[in-house]
């Protein structure tokens, strides 16, 4: 496992402060591996449209 891409400290506070609601560690990992996929999807669309640079338009954000 690679190391974590989220601020721990700042998730668990959105959660608490959205839904009243704690949040377990292993959350951290299931969301780091939700941006690794993330981004690993992103680089490749970049690289599709011959760019060295990852831009937001390279993310779906289902908009």
Known sequence: MSDTLVVASKVKKYIKEQSGMNSSSSVMDALTKIVERECAQAIERARHAKRK??????FDLGM
């Open 53 to 58: 640079t990852v831009m937001d338009r390279d």
